[in-house]
């Protein structure tokens, strides 16, 4: 099983940048996709951003394509989400996943089973 941290949440204005980071450990990091998904008060957990095992493939949801970018440092067991141009309805607890299949994570976006996830980090976006 691998175990999956976030960090790098925090109270931004509108237009800022931020970048967060999900430090992986336990089993190869190379052997999951990883994915970043958000939740909002009051509303389900979306799915937000991909990226397949080597970092060849990536997939984004339309609400943030052209502003985040998902990457991944499979020497340093790290996925990140560069986030730009962060609006108000940004505003949500962001976490990371990991799942062995890019089906699962990427495709099907299948929140209730994904092999794992972190804690979460809470971004703010004040307008």
């Keep these: ?74 020497a340093k067991n790290t996925a990140y989400l560069q986030m730009n141009s962060l609006k108000p309805e940004d505003t949500a607890v962001y976490y990371c996943a990991a799942d062995r299949t890019w089906i699962s994570i990427a495709i099907r976006r299948d929140i209730g089973a994904l092999d794992a996830w972190g804690q979460g980090t809470l971004v703010i976006v004040s307008s």
């Design 1 to 74: 099983q691998v175990q999956l941290v976030e960090s790098g949440g925090g109270l931004v204005q509108a237009g800022d940048s931020l970048r967060l980071s999900c430090v992986t450990s336990g089993r190869t990091v190379s052997s999951y996709c990883m994915g970043w998904f958000r939740q909002s008060p009051g509303k389900e957990r979306e799915f937000v951003a991909a990226i397949s095992w080597t970092g060849n493939s990536t997939v984004y949801a339309d609400s943030v394509l052209g502003r985040f970018t998902i990457s991944r440092d499979n």
